[in-house]
């Protein structure tokens, strides 16, 4: 069946440091990628999504580019900031269905 | 912005006990999905739902499980006699559609159930 695999957080940075969070999965097909966002006490967010192969996804300075070679779709942000301080979800539909599978999440934790 | 709501955000039963978890999907969406996550682990899919009938169901949705939409804007979960493996989050979600620009799932901010 389809998986998501990302870091194992906490990811502790300094502001203005360069923020990277990866994740693979394995699908059949083509899915569509997705990186949601929980702030604390709130539900998930959607940060941004690819649906296709090269395709980069892009939201609030964070950007992530779908791999298919390497089946990646990592969460890139070149200067984070306290406000970003989050658990990150890395998650796929595949065509076939509608549901999401996510990855584990990771806590990102920026310190000023 | 539209948003997904869900009420209570909060609910304590005794095992045994039925729930009800609702939710107010977006207004012009027609997908509408739960999903749970337990303290520490992934969320997991249980069940979505589209023209008035399940769609898909993951194994997690057993009998103790159903879903309805009992009017025009509400969508429940209900859990027929509560485990305390039942203790978890649980998210609403709703999409427009299915296809590729309508596919994105807009979550609720959860309800927290405590099986005791």
């Known amino acids: 069946g389809d998986s998501v695999t990302q870091m194992e957080g906490p990811v502790t940075l300094s502001e203005e440091a360069f923020l990277t969070i990866n994740c693979t999965y394995t699908?059949?097909?083509?899915?569509?990628l997705f990186w949601y966002v929980q702030y604390p006490g709130e539900g998930l967010q959607l940060l941004l999504k690819?649906?296709?192969?090269?395709d980069k996804g892009s939201n609030k300075g964070f950007e992530a580019t779908y791999r298919k070679e390497t089946t990646s779709f990592h969460l890139e942000k070149g200067s984070v900031q306290v406000s970003d301080s989050a658990v990150y979800f890395c998650?796929?539909?595949?065509?076939?269905?509608?549901?999401?599978?996510f990855g584990g999440g990771t806590r990102l934790m920026v310190k000023p | 912005e539209p948003e997904v709501t869900q009420t209570p955000s909060h609910q304590v039963t005794q095992m045994g006990q039925e729930v009800i978890l609702r939710c107010v999907p977006i207004?012009?969406?027609?997908?509408f999905y739960w999903y749970r996550q337990i303290l520490g682990q992934k969320v997991e899919f249980l069940v979505s739902?589209?023209?008035?009938?399940?769609?898909?169901k993951s194994e997690i949705f057993d009998d103790q499980f159903s879903v309805e939409r009992p009017d025009g804007s509400n969508f429940t979960l209900k859990i027929r006699s509560t485990k305390l493996e039942d203790s978890a989050m649980y998210f609403c979600?709703?999409?427009?559609?299915?296809?590729?620009?309508?596919?994105?799932?807009?979550f609720g901010p959860g309800t927290r159930l405590l099986v005791l």
């Open positions: 699908a059949t097909g083509y899915p569509s």
């Open positions: 998650a796929l539909r595949n065509n076939a269905g509608n549901m999401l599978t």
């Open positions: 739902f589209y023209n008035n009938e399940i769609s898909e």
């Open positions: 690819a649906t296709k192969a090269d």
């Open positions: 979600a709703s999409s427009e559609g299915v296809a590729i620009r309508q596919e994105t799932q807009y």
């Open positions: 207004s012009n969406h027609l997908y």
